[in-house]
């Protein structure tokens, strides 16, 4: 059981590239979260999916945009990439938004942008 | 303005000797606070929910325990493998949302 899967690992681009982060989740769980985690700030969230179909802006989705191409995958897409979105990405999903559900997150992606 | 605080950010204890990890709050109807585990190149593990003042859970020899301000993660006998960061998070009602706090990194000495 993989639980939540993050592609790629590392990954190092130059300012103005663009990329997609893969994230698949084999839970069947309902919403899923793309969260970045940059030192002495916390994790915060970029984009949200409640559902297929569906997606929210979270707290700093400015830079990116998100596709929930089924239930199982959320991509996040860089398309001009900056350096002030060299981070960690972490990808979360849990089984719905209805009640206090916890996070299963993915092992992340580190991302530098020169 | 919704807030998670952590403290320590960092804390180094010897084997054996208890400590405490505090999480303090300030949202309006809080529906949950979760604990997490984060090793190093990992992504959080989650470890507990507490819902209500006086709520307490246990596991192994950690204990988590919560009021209406603040949350206490208690280490009772640490082992060297209990380092890692700590994660506090909120979710409070009417909302999705998760406010997470930035860890306190714990390192256990042998």
């Known amino acids: 059981n993989a639980g939540v899967t993050q592609t790629p690992k590392f990954q190092v681009l130059k300012t103005g590239q663009s990329m997609t982060l893969q994230c698949a989740q084999d839970?069947?769980?309902?919403?899923m979260y793309w969260y970045r985690q940059d030192p002495g700030m916390g994790l915060r969230l970029i984009y949200y999916?409640?559902?297929?179909?569906?997606?929210d802006k979270g707290e700093v989705p400015n830079g990116y945009n998100v596709s929930r191409l089924n239930k199982r995958e959320f991509s996040l897409r860089l398309e001009s990439a900056a350096p002030s979105q060299t981070s960690v990405y972490f990808c979360?999903?849990?089984?719905?938004?209805?009640?206090?559900?916890?996070?299963?997150f993915g092992s992340g992606t580190q991302l530098s942008v020169l | 303005e919704d807030q998670v605080t952590q403290s320590p950010e960092a804390l180094r204890l010897q084997e054996g000797e208890s400590s405490s990890l505090n999480c303090s709050y300030t949202v309006s109807g809080l529906r949950g606070l979760f604990w997490y585990r984060q090793d190093p190149g990992k992504g959080p593990e989650f470890l507990f929910t507490l819902y209500s003042a006086g709520e307490e859970k246990e596991k192994e020899r950690l204990k988590a325990t919560l009021t209406k301000k603040e949350s206490f993660l208690h280490i009772t006998a640490p082992k060297p493998e209990d380092s890692a960061t700590y994660l506090c998070?909120?979710?409070?009602?009417?909302?999705?949302?998760?406010?997470f706090g930035t860890g306190t990194r714990l390192k256990v000495l042998a």
């Open positions: 999916s409640a559902s297929e179909g569906t997606t």
């Open positions: 839970m069947n769980h309902n919403s």
């Open positions: 979360a999903s849990s089984e719905s938004r209805l009640t206090n559900e916890k996070l299963f």
């Open positions: 998070a909120v979710q409070f009602s009417g909302t999705y949302k998760y406010i």
